[in-house]
C-alpha cells in the first residue's frame, strides 16, 4: 500500500510538474497525438483495405491471358480461346471487352465494360454510382458518350450500380456489346484479355506455363497475383507508408533529440531542489518516468481512439484526398472495423517506450550529480 | 474531497482505455467480412480483377493488370506523372520464370 501511495504521490508531483509548463507540454501532447493518429489511422486503413480487397477478389478469374505486343498490352484474338480451351484442365474461356473512356466534359475517366446480361439491348447502360453522380444522371435518363468516328452514342441509363459496389464498379460503365464495339470500334474477332476459369486451382501454374507455349506473346496473370498485388500496394515499402512512416519516424528522432540533449535549466534546478530537499535518485527517475508515461500513454490512447473514428466512422476523409490524386472519381466506401494486435503492440513500443526511455536518460545523469551543481548550473 | 491530479489522470487513461477496449470489442464483433450477393456476382460475371481505388491512370486503375514498368511506357525516359502512381509499389511478380521477362 505504501509503495501504491508513493506512485501516487509522485504521480501526483509529475502532473503538477507537467502543467507548470503547460504551453509546451500542451504542444507536444497534440503533436504526438497526431503523428499516433496518424500512424494508427494507416495501419487501421491498409489493414482494412488489404482484407477488403482479398475478400471482394477471391471470385475473381483464375487467370487472365492477355497478348503483348512490342511490350505493351493489345487486343487478343478470339481464335486463341478454343486453343486455350482445349489444354487440359481449364474449364471455361470467356473474353473480356473493356476499355478506358476519357470524358472531356467531367475530367473523369471511366472504365467501359461490353456486358449482354447488364445491358441487354443497344442504347442500354447500366453505370457505377461515381459515374451517374459526376454525370448527375440516374435512370431513365439520357446521356451520350463520343464514339470513335467522333459520333455521339446515345445511351438511356438502365439502372445505377449499388452503393456497396463503389469500391469494385465506382467507375464503370456496362454496355451492350453492339454500342461497345460502336465506341471504341472494337474489332470483332478480338478482345481485350481472356478469362480462364481452372478446374482444380492446384494445376493453375501447369496451366498458366502451358498458355504461354499455346498462345505465343501472351502473358498469363494468375489469380493469386491478382490478389497479392493488393497485399504489395499497401506494404510498408511502398509510397504511402514509406512517407508516413519517414515523416512519423523524424518527428520522434527531433522528440527524442530534444529530450535527450538534456534538461532545460528550469529542470535541472528542479532535479537539484528535489535532491536537496531529501529526494532520491530513484525517486527523480520515477517522477521523470511518470511524466514520460503521462505524455506519451495519453498521446497512444488518444491517437489511437481518433484514428479507429477516423478510419471506421468517417471512412478515412485524409487518406481519399492522397489517393484520389488527380482523378475526378474516387469510390465512397466504408470499411469493415478490423484491428490488428500485433500492429497495435508495435506501434505501442515504437512510439510510448522510446518517449518515456528518452525522458529518463538525461535525467538520471541530472540525477546522479551533485545537488548543489545541478542547482548552480 | 477533490479529485487529486493523479486521481484525473488514472480516471482518463482508464477511460481512454476503456474506449479503445470497446473500439477492439466493436471491430472483433463486426465479424469477417461478407461479400454482398451483388459484389459477389459483379466479380462473377464481369471477371473482375481489381478495385476501383485510383482512377486517374491506366495502370493505377487496374494495377495487378499493368505492366511492372507501365508508368515509363508514355516514353522511355518518362517521369511518373499522376500522384497514385508513387503510393504503388512496382507489381510483384512471384511466378518465378513464366513472368520474368515482363
Known amino acids: ?220 496473370i494468375m489469380k493469386s497475383e491478382i490478389i497479392r498485388t493488393y497485399d504489395a500496394i499497401f506494404d510498408w515499402r511502398g509510397g504511402m507508408m514509406l512517407l508516413v512512416l519517414a515523416a512519423a519516424l523524424l518527428s520522434f528522432v527531433i522528440f527524442a533529440w530534444d529530450k535527450a540533449t538534456g534538461l532545460s535549466a528550469e529542470e535541472r534546478r528542479e532535479t537539484g531542489i528535489l535532491k536537496s530537499i531529501g529526494w532520491e535518485t530513484g525517486d527523480i527517475l520515477l517522477l521523470k518516468f511518470w511524466e514520460g508515461t503521462a505524455i506519451s500513454l495519453t498521446a497512444f490512447l488518444t491517437g489511437v481512439i481518433m484514428a479507429y473514428i477516423h478510419v471506421f466512422f468517417f471512412s478515412a476523409p485524409l487518406f481519399a484526398a492522397a489517393l484520389k490524386g488527380w482523378a475526378v472519381l474516387y469510390p465512397a466506401f466504408h470499411l469493415k472495423p478490423f484491428i490488428d494486435p500485433y500492429q497495435l503492440s508495435t506501434l505501442f513500443f515504437l512510439t510510448v517506450l522510446p518517449y518515456t526511455a528518452a525522458t529518463i536518460l538525461p535525467s538520471w545523469l541530472a540525477a546522479s550529480a551533485d545537488a548543489d551543481s545541478a542547482m548552480r548550473s | 474531497m477533490a479529485l487529486r491530479n493523479s486521481g484525473k489522470y488514472i480516471a482518463f487513461t482508464t477511460a481512454s482505455g476503456l474506449l479503445m477496449l470497446s473500439f477492439a470489442l466493436h471491430a472483433a464483433f463486426s465479424g469477417s467480412i461478407t461479400v454482398s450477393t451483388t459484389n459477389r456476382s459483379l466479380v462473377k460475371e464481369l471477371h473482375l480483377t481489381d478495385l476501383c481505388l485510383f482512377t486517374e491512370a491506366r495502370y493505377t486503375r487496374h494495377p495487378s493488370l499493368a505492366d511492372r514498368h507501365a508508368p515509363f511506357q508514355e516514353h522511355p525516359t518518362a517521369f511518373e506523372h499522376f500522384p497514385s502512381g508513387s503510393l504503388l509499389l512496382p507489381q510483384q511478380k512471384t511466378t518465378g520464370s513464366l513472368n520474368a521477362k515482363y
Open chain 1, 1 to 220: 500500500m505504501q509503495s501504491i501511495n508513493r506512485h501516487y504521490n509522485i504521480l501526483d508531483f509529475a502532473i503538477a510538474s507537467l502543467l507548470r509548463r503547460k504551453g509546451k507540454n500542451l504542444a507536444l501532447l497534440t503533436i504526438y497525438t497526431l503523428i499516433v493518429a496518424l500512424i494508427a489511422s494507416l495501419i487501421f486503413f491498409v489493414q482494412a483495405l488489404k482484407r477488403e480487397a482479398a475478400a471482394l477478389l477471391q471470385d475473381a478469374p483464375d487467370i487472365v491471358v492477355q497478348r503483348l505486343m512490342a511490350g505493351r498490352q493489345d487486343l487478343i484474338g478470339l481464335e486463341n480461346i478454343d486453343r486455350i480451351a482445349a489444354i487440359r484442365g481449364v474449364s471455361e474461356v470467356t473474353p473480356r471487352r473493356w476499355g478506358y473512356y476519357y470524358d472531356p466534359v467531367f475530367g473523369a475517366n471511366y472504365t467501359v465494360m461490353a456486358d449482354a446480361k447488364l445491358a441487354p439491348q443497344a442504347g442500354m447502360a447500366t453505370v457505377g454510382l461515381g459515374v451517374a453522380k459526376n454525370q448527375r444522371i440516374g435512370p431513365g435518363d439520357i446521356f451520350t458518350l463520343t464514339a470513335a468516328d467522333n459520333s455521339l452514342i446515345l445511351l438511356n441509363l438502365e439502372k445505377a450500380l449499388p452503393f456497396e459496389s463503389e469500391l469494385l464498379a465506382a467507375d464503370m460503365i456496362l454496355l451492350n456489346p453492339a454500342d461497345f464495339g460502336k465506341l471504341f470500334a472494337f474489332p470483332a474477332n478480338a478482345a481485350t484479355d481472356l478469362a480462364v476459369t481452372v478446374a482444380n486451382p492446384r494445376e493453375m501454374v501447369t496451366i498458366a506455363n502451358k498458355i504461354v507455349e499455346t498462345v505465343p506473346g501472351s502473358r498469363p
